[in-house]
């Protein structure tokens, strides 16, 4: 019978998948110096696996990679060790290190075998939560200030230092008509959004929490909010959909003339398969008013508390940190991949001057860089500022409304 | 037929694989939403019995999600219905320049969705996209396709149909496939017209797979969160933003018990409405059994 | 509307549009996926270019992609062959035996579909991770057919209650078991469903992020998660995106083909009484 015989077929095929499936099942880290690392997926993973095999051949520590996309990491690696996970070694944006401090193995006896001298101070600073080490800095990230040297000479323009002459720089530069406009942020929901309001609101001297509590509905919160609106009408028309890509598109494309923009996000914009004005751009610090502060956000390395190979995990992490990797990683022939350096040595060197033409904007600004609240609850609260900042900029809320929720959610998750 | 023995067979292993799979789960996850347990503090975890579900009442983002989670859902439902029932009844025409077409259709299944969700972000873009484009061109456009409150819901709406239309179409394409050819030809004897051997005998027949097409899209599309996430991410403001969003962002901040309560809220409107819709359909007509 | 050769031209004419609307984000992807990014975003819109493989040569290179392909075939091919089996069985169960709770009990097979995935990975990550299942294929397989499950056995309820009684009943008197009756002559009538619902059921596995994301890590990662990794903090990698989700596709399309001979009317009653 030919049916029969198509499921005799079929139940070979069924015991042939499960003896696959069960074969792996095996754990692959029965070796003693095997470590697991929790990466960020993508754009970095690629630098990393490219000189992984030069740190398994130098130790004979076999690094196995988990990577996930940037949206998850956090929420896999919380779920990981507060639940007895399998990491050794973890990559960590730095907001995550005060609410994941209590799963990490404190730093601060093997810091002293480290040369500390070399890292960028503020970076050090990015892995630590209440005096205690808990991260090495990887990979610095900064906002900077972008901006077509081009225009800017045509129309004998100096870059912009403060708010003010931002707002005036941007004005002479917008021509909606040609499609040519002012600057490039975000005004949508995304949390780019929220991160350029704060920017504003920090230069005029707000802090988001003060004294443990919501501290943004202030006059100076205000009056970073209105100069933070009053750039929306020198951006491109639809920037309340943009996230930070868009950002990046609009100057890759021309469109814009100026643009505030991590770090990372700069080196597509020197690419010539992705950039038109790969070479026009120029690089600085974000604009002052009573201060300036470019804001920080880290890419750090830690060890799991629970991590049956400390040892070997923090021979990794010093190797990750370390110079030989960050040199090799800033002048990474990719133009999508980006891993900075947290080192002055690898920051000054010639050849990553050469590869990164904003590599000094990075270092001066890393140098006078501030830091969001370094608090467990920070996650929260940044997800409510998220969210105000959607609604201020899709005319849900007016700035003073919008300032008060912020305050209201900071104190609400921070129980006062 | 009457129940015999034999049929327990029949049911128990795909049954009791089903349930031990599932059911443990939500009852942990029903048991969890009483407590208040964030990720971050392992070592504060209390009971809190209703405080996670009545917190809900008096919050108006969950309101206001879950009227957005409706609109869309129906929305996109219905659009997905009407459209794959068209399709599925061209294509069960017998010609034969059909087939091949039959397989491009499909194509939008095949996309992984978050692939699919930001290329149309690409085709949307506002100053850069094809879409607008082409309707700056002709003088119709361009739209603020994300960027505007209501046109956003429409948008992800569209992109959801694109996706989905060709389930609907094969679902009910293939139960076109199975209908007796014979009750066709005797009623084209009859002289009965295409809309009414379509209304007496298609519709009839077909009940129970539409109605099966619409509660396996409705569930789905209520849930619905890649799409949205990748396209608006919620916004602009809270234009977007549904029930699921909500549920990622209590997930991914560790908060376990909210997210938890949220998903058995989420499961509770699902099952009632998919009851309702049931009943609705099935009342006239005995249920296929 | 009798001349068939006038309905057949309005039917292609109807098609256009659909297909318009179908195949524009596919080409869209595709070209992107052999184009760089700047001319992605080109305007006027690039239709013709010369192609380039830069992406492909860079997700083939950046990531074990082969690995990934071989994690998300072996999970969905399971995934499909597991769903059919149970489903086939249960839905035959539910079309033809009744018993008090019947009503109930196949609503609630359709309730464990209802839950958000988001609220089942958490607890059925403990469970895995108790049995020791955690970054293996049997985990994820296991949820990937409970996920597929529901819709097959709803789907082959229909297929299967189509199937005329006397049919199966002259089987029956003919010698032959009900597992007989059902391999021989109900799966036969009922075709279409079955090739719906293992496309379905491949579907679920190949395209299912979350669980992959929270359960996998590095033996059984499937491809879904490595292409969101390409969705960056610092945007998309388009290109490379693009070039990963064309290779990802082409699967999909063989098995369709593969299986569609089996979508047709054809194996109606007369084929199967003749």
């Known amino acids: 019978m030919r049916i029969s015989r198509n499921v005799r077929y079929l139940a070979v095929a069924v015991l042939v998948v499960l003896a696959i499936a069960s074969g792996s099942d095996a754990p692959a880290s029965a070796q003693a110096k095997t470590i697991t690392l929790s990466m960020l997926a993508g754009y970095k993973e690629d630098v990393l696996r490219a000189n992984l095999p030069e740190f398994e051949k130098k130790t004979g520590i076999k690094v196995v990679v988990d990577a996930a996309p940037f949206g998850d990491l956090y929420k896999k690696q919380l779920l990981s060790l507060s639940t007895g996970g399998r990491y050794d070694v973890l990559f960590m944006d730095e907001p995550w290190i005060p609410p994941l401090s209590e799963f990490l193995l404190p730093l601060n006896e093997r810091m002293k075998t480290l040369d500390t001298a070399d890292f960028i101070p503020t970076t050090v600073a990015s892995g630590a939560f209440q005096g205690t080490q808990y991260a090495v800095p990887v990979d610095p990230n900064v906002q900077l200030l972008v901006y077509r040297k081009d225009l800017f000479e ?175 990683a800033v002048t990474f022939p990719s133009a999508t991949s980006a891993i900075h350096s947290p080192r002055f040595s690898v920051l000054k060197d010639p050849a990553t001057k050469a590869a990164l033409p904003y590599a000094d904007a990075l270092l001066v600004s890393l140098q006078i860089t501030k830091e969001r609240p370094r608090l467990r609850e920070y996650a929260d609260i940044q997800e409510n500022l998220r969210v105000t900042a959607g609604k201020l900029t899709a005319g849900e809320l007016t700035l003073e409304a919008a300032l008060k929720e912020i305050d209201a959610g900071t104190n609400r998750i921070l129980g006062k | 037929m009457a129940a015999g023995r034999a049929g327990r067979w029949f049911l128990l292993p795909g049954l009791v694989f089903l349930f031990a799979i599932d059911l443990v789960p939500l009852a942990y996850s029903c048991w969890v939403s009483f407590y208040n347990w964030w990720l971050i503090r392992p070592r504060d975890i209390r009971f809190v019995g209703l405080a996670n579900y009545t917190r809900f009442a008096d919050d ?19 659009v997905e219905f009407l459209a794959g029932l068209a399709l599925a009844l061209l294509f069960a025409q017998p010609f034969k320049f059909l087939r091949p077409i039959r397989v491009l259709l499909l194509l939008p299944l095949f996309v992984v969705p978050v692939v699919g969700a930001t290329m149309w972000r690409v085709i949307f873009h506002p100053e850069l996209g094809v879409l607008n484009y082409y309707l700056a061109a002709t003088g119709l456009g361009p739209l603020p396709w994300l960027s505007d409150p209501r046109l956003a819901l429409v948008s992800i709406t569209l992109v959801d149909a694109w996706r989905t239309i060709p389930f609907m179409f094969l679902v009910m394409y293939a139960g076109l496939e199975v209908l007796p050819a014979e009750l066709f030809e005797a009623a084209a004897v009859d002289g009965a017209s295409a809309w009414q051997s379509f209304r007496h ?77 049931m009943r609705a359909v099935l009342r006239p007509q005995a249920a296929p059994s | 509307m009798k001349p068939t050769r006038l309905r057949a031209t309005l039917t292609g004419v109807a098609l256009v549009p659909v297909l318009v609307w179908t195949l524009f984000p596919i080409y869209w992807i595709t070209a992107a996926s052999f184009k760089t990014e700047l001319a992605l975003y080109a305007r006027p819109p690039q239709w013709l270019f010369t192609p380039i493989l830069d992406n492909y040569a860079r997700v083939l290179t950046n990531i074990p992609f082969f690995q990934y392909l071989k994690n998300s075939l072996v999970i969905a091919i399971g995934t499909t062959l597991g769903s059919l089996v149970l489903g086939t069985l249960a839905g035959y169960g539910f079309a033809r035996f009744h018993f008090r709770a019947s009503e109930a009990v196949r609503f609630l097979v359709l309730v464990t579909r209802m839950a958000p995935r988001m609220v089942l990975v958490v607890p059925y990550y403990l469970m895995m991770q108790r049995l020791g299942l955690l970054d293996t294929y049997t985990g994820l397989l296991v949820a990937y057919v409970s996920f597929a499950l529901p819709f097959s056995i709803w789907l082959l309820i229909g297929f299967f209650v189509e199937v005329p009684l006397d049919v ?107």
């Open chain 1, 154 to 328: 045509q129309k004998g323009l100096k870059p912009p230092t403060t708010w003010d002459e931002l707002l005036a720089d941007a004005k002479a530069l917008h021509d909606p008509a040609k499609q040519q406009y002012g600057i490039a942020i975000t005004a949508s929901s995304d949390i780019q959004t929220a991160l350029y309001m704060l920017l504003a609101m920090w230069s005029y001297g707000a802090e988001l929490v003060d004294g443990g509590k919501g501290s943004l509905n202030s006059a100076a919160g205000k009056k970073g909010g209105e100069v933070f609106l009053e750039l929306l009408k020198y951006t491109p028309p639809n920037v309340k959909s943009y996230n930070f890509a868009d950002v990046n598109k609009a100057i890759q494309l021309g469109q814009a003339a100026m643009a505030i923009q991590w770090a990372s996000g700069a080196k597509p914009m020197e690419d010539k398969q992705r950039s038109s004005v790969a070479g026009k751009l120029g690089y600085a610090q974000v604009p002052k008013a009573v201060r300036q502060t470019p804001m920080r956000g880290v890419w750090t390395v830690g060890i799991a508390k629970n991590s049956a190979n400390q040892d070997a995990a923090w021979q990794f992490a010093t190797w990750l940190s370390g110079r030989e990797f960050g040199q090799a």
């Open chain 3, 168 to 274: 199966e009943e002259a089987a029956m008197i003919d010698g032959c078991s009900r597992l007989g009756v059902l391999i021989r002559i109900v799966i036969p009538i009922a075709a279409p469903g079955l090739v719906v619902a293992a496309i379905f059921a491949f579907l679920v596995s190949w395209n299912e992020f979350l669980f992959a994301l929270i359960l996998s890590g590095v033996e059984a990662k499937t491809l879904p998660v490595v292409i969101a990794g390409l969705n960056t903090d610092a945007g998309p990698l388009y290109g490379e995106m693009s070039a990963a989700a064309v290779m990802v596709m082409l699967p999909n399309i063989v098995m369709t083909l593969a299986l569609q001979r089996y979508l047709v009317k054809g194996l109606t009653l007369g084929a199967v009484k003749g």
């Open chain 2, 60 to 78: 108006p983002e969950f309101t206001r999600a879950v009227v957005v989670t409706t609109l869309f859902t129906v929305g996109a439902v219905l």
């Open chain 2, 201 to 277: 005998i298609t519709v009839p027949l077909l009940t129970y797979i539409m109605l099966l097409a619409v509660l396996i899209r409705g569930m789905d599309a209520f849930r619905e969160f890649d799409i949205i996430f990748v396209l608006t991410g919620g916004g602009p403001g809270t234009a977007t933003q549904t029930i699921q969003i909500l549920n990622y962002r209590a997930f991914g901040l560790g908060h376990m018990g909210e997210a938890n309560a949220i998903g058995i809220v989420t499961l509770i409107i699902v099952a009632v409405m998919c009851y309702v819709l």
